[in-house]
């Protein structure tokens, strides 16, 4: 069965963008972008919220055609076009570069999503997340803590009433300073 994966930069102070949605603060060097693209190469799909999916389709369709972009950044551009994406939004009427709306998060359809053959899918975007994590749809977090306060910002995990048990996976450190922090659900007895 495939997982769903929480994957997030974050600041040391745990926000994963600024006050007023900045992320330059990122410290995404070619080591990382490429360690990235591993990553993602394989999943089965992306599932993000509106905005995420409008950032993206904003940049990464056609990032590859500018030269200035080469290495890492254009092969993500490629990985981005041809992966299947799921967008959860209930004002979005339409969208490309292989991708299908979805109006709400129905468990039985992630369920049903989940059994199918293929890559993990990975999911992006706080607010889509917060839908996840209230019920209960989450199988691993890949969390990239980036060595920098911000001070404010919006914190990737919405308050919750109920504690969720994780078991570290992996750590990774990049030369960059970013630490990987890759934690499964515990297993439920």
Same mark, same amino acid.
């Given at each position: 069965?495939?997982?769903?994966?929480?994957?997030?930069?974050?600041?040391?102070?745990?926000?994963?963008?600024?006050?007023?949605?900045?992320?330059?603060?990122?410290?995404?060097?070619?080591?990382?972008?490429?360690?990235?693209?591993?990553?993602?190469?394989?999943?089965?799909?992306?599932?993000?919220?509106?905005?995420?999916? %409008?950032?993206?389709?904003?940049?990464?369709?056609?990032?590859?055609?500018?030269?200035?972009?080469?290495?890492?950044?254009?092969?993500?551009?490629?990985?981005?076009?041809?992966?299947?994406?799921?967008?959860?939004?209930?004002?979005? %009427?339409?969208?490309?570069?292989?991708?299908?709306?979805?109006?709400?998060?129905?468990?039985? %359809?992630?369920?049903?999503?989940?059994?199918?053959?293929?890559?993990?899918?990975?999911?992006?975007?706080?607010?889509?997340?917060?839908?996840?994590?209230?019920?209960?749809?989450?199988?691993?977090?890949?969390?990239?803590?980036?060595?920098?306060?911000?001070?404010?910002?919006?914190?990737?995990?919405?308050?919750?009433?109920?504690?969720?048990?994780?078991?570290? %996976?992996?750590?990774?450190?990049?030369?960059?300073?970013?630490?990987?922090?890759?934690?499964?659900?515990?297993?439920?007895?």
């Amino acid at each position: 069965m495939r997982k769903i994966i929480f994957m997030m930069s974050v600041s040391l102070d745990g926000y994963f963008e600024g006050p007023n949605r900045e992320i330059d603060w990122h410290l995404v060097d070619d080591e990382l972008h490429r360690h990235l693209n591993e990553q993602l190469r394989g999943m089965g799909a992306f599932l993000s919220g509106r905005i995420t999916y %409008e950032l993206m389709a904003d940049y990464w369709p056609t990032a590859d055609a500018d030269p200035a972009n080469s290495g890492p950044v254009a092969e993500f551009a490629a990985i981005w076009r041809e992966m299947p994406k799921i967008v959860y939004s209930r004002t979005l %009427e339409r969208a490309d570069w292989n991708t299908t709306v979805a109006r709400d998060v129905v468990v039985e %359809e992630v369920a049903e999503l989940k059994a199918r053959p293929g890559g993990d899918l990975v999911l992006g975007g706080a607010d889509l997340a917060a839908s996840f994590l209230r019920h209960d749809l989450v199988d691993e977090y890949r969390i990239y803590v980036h060595p920098v306060l911000i001070g404010r910002g919006r914190a990737p995990f919405p308050d919750a009433d109920t504690r969720t048990a994780l078991r570290l %996976e992996e750590t990774r450190i990049f030369g960059n300073g970013v630490v990987l922090l890759r934690y499964g659900r515990q297993v439920r007895g």
